[in-house]
């Protein structure tokens, strides 16, 4: 069974733009949000973005000013938005579903996506 389903990666240019989106299959699997995080090759995985459903949010600072994430609730379904892209940020990018509530938004991420590749040329 899909439990998170990300779409919207692809290529792009330096400078240029994707979005990408999550949805989540089962409300419960993410009772207290989503988040997004990337990996690239021989690299940790690191944290990106996150949203509660209420709202709170949280950037890594390497994107801080350039990615902005948002919710549908309706549709149990986070975006990224990525905005002036650069080749550190390729890499392929999973959603998160929050399963367990933790002071910080970095963590209790029980759930996730298969991943979409994103590249950005330089």
């Known amino acids: 069974q899909v439990q998170l389903v990300e779409s919207g990666g692809g290529l792009a240019q330096v400078g240029g733009s994707l979005r990408l989106s999550c949805a989540a299959s089962e409300r419960t699997f993410s009772n207290y949000g989503m988040g997004w995080f990337r990996q690239a090759p021989g690299k940790e995985r690191e944290f990106v973005s996150a949203?509660?459903?209420?709202?709170?949010?949280l950037y890594a600072d390497s994107v801080k000013g350039r990615f902005t994430i948002s919710r549908d609730n309706a549709r149990n379904t986070v975006y990224l938005q990525m905005n002036s892209l650069k080749p550190e940020d390729t890499a392929v990018y999973y959603c998160?579903?929050?399963?367990?509530?933790?002071?910080?938004?970095?963590?209790?991420?029980?759930?996730w996506g298969q991943g979409t590749q994103v590249t950005v040329s330089s």
């Open positions: 998160a579903g929050r399963g367990t509530r933790l002071r910080d938004l970095r963590m209790g991420y029980d759930y």
């Open positions: 949203i509660t459903w209420s709202g709170t949010t």
